[in-house]
């Protein structure tokens, strides 16, 4: 049997998904939630504290609670990658318009702010498996966090790993300076002469750690993160780039198409 506060949400949830309280409404106060289920105060604000977790609502210091504006939601579908590939051989001038963020947002440049941070590291056991190189190989460690300007968290956490020894071969591929690059990390890659042949996304779901739910604007308790690892296959069979890809579950909708073979 549900506990009271666990009713008290889900009907205040309801209220909110059907669209009775808008973005920016208040939500009625403790006392009125008290009087109406007919619970005690603590009661009211365990079921609150759900539905902050949630996301859902927000309490203002001094005014009260309210119904959250939602965020940009990023719909991340398979068909990103080749999209992605078809650009590399456009003209700069294409491959600047527009670029993954705003493939998966449907938002423009302007209004995105993009960062990037460039350093090095080493291979630990588990790159060096994903890779197939030696622990302790040299590696280009780049960060890169993406947002919309009205918000104030990135829509994702971006890790992205090269061999140094392959990318220095462009020294224009190790300076963070030239981010966002026209045409993204597929373009960087045909650089040098690699051609992507697959890319293989490896999702688990967790709760964030607290400094991912600080900078993702979530709380680290109610709402999960998608813990993606893409791995990117040159023509070769080679592995020549490993990302780690924080998503987070309030935001992020995940999509893969399945193409299958007619029967003959």
């Known amino acids: 049997m549900p506990a009271k506060y666990e009713l008290i949400a889900d009907e205040l949830r309801q209220k909110i ?4 309280l808008t973005p920016g409404d208040r939500v009625p106060g403790e006392s009125i939630l008290k009087d109406q289920y007919k619970v005690s105060v603590p009661t009211v604000r365990q079921a609150l ?8 609502i927000e309490a203002r210091h001094g005014v009260g609670t309210y119904v959250r ?10 068909e990103r990658h080749q999209w992605e590939k078809n650009r590399v051989r456009e003209p700069e001038s294409v491959r600047r318009s527009t670029g993954a963020t705003e493939y998966d947002t449907g938002l423009s440049m ?3 702010v993009f960062s990037a941070r460039y350093t090095t590291t080493e291979a630990h056991d588990g790159l060096a498996d994903a890779f197939g190189i030696p622990v302790g190989t040299k590696l280009l460690q780049r960060d890169y966090r993406t947002q919309y300007r009205s918000e104030d968290a990135p829509f994702s956490l971006v ?3 090269l061999v140094y020894e392959v ?15 026209p045409g993204g990390t597929q373009h960087q890659l ?7 042949v697959s890319i293989t996304e490896e999702v688990h779901t967790r709760m964030p750690s607290v400094q991912e739910a600080e900078e993702l604007g979530i709380p680290n308790t109610g709402v999960p993160v998608f813990d993606l690892r893409r791995i990117s296959i040159d023509v070769t069979g ?5 990302a780690d890809i924080i998503l987070p579950g309030d935001r992020s909708e995940l999509i893969y198409t399945t193409k299958l073979n007619r029967w003959s």
């Open 17 to 20: 998904l059907s669209g009775e």
């Open 167 to 181: 990318v220095e071969a462009n020294p224009d591929l190790l300076d963070e300076d030239n981010e966002p690059w």
């Open 69 to 78: 504006t939602p965020r940009i939601k990023v719909r991340r579908t398979d």
């Open 159 to 161: 890790r992205s790993y």
């Open 190 to 196: 045909s650089t040098i002469g690699i051609e992507l």
């Open 110 to 112: 302007p209004e995105l």
């Open 238 to 242: 080679r592995v020549v780039e490993v």
């Open 49 to 56: 504290a759900v539905l902050r977790h949630e996301g859902l």
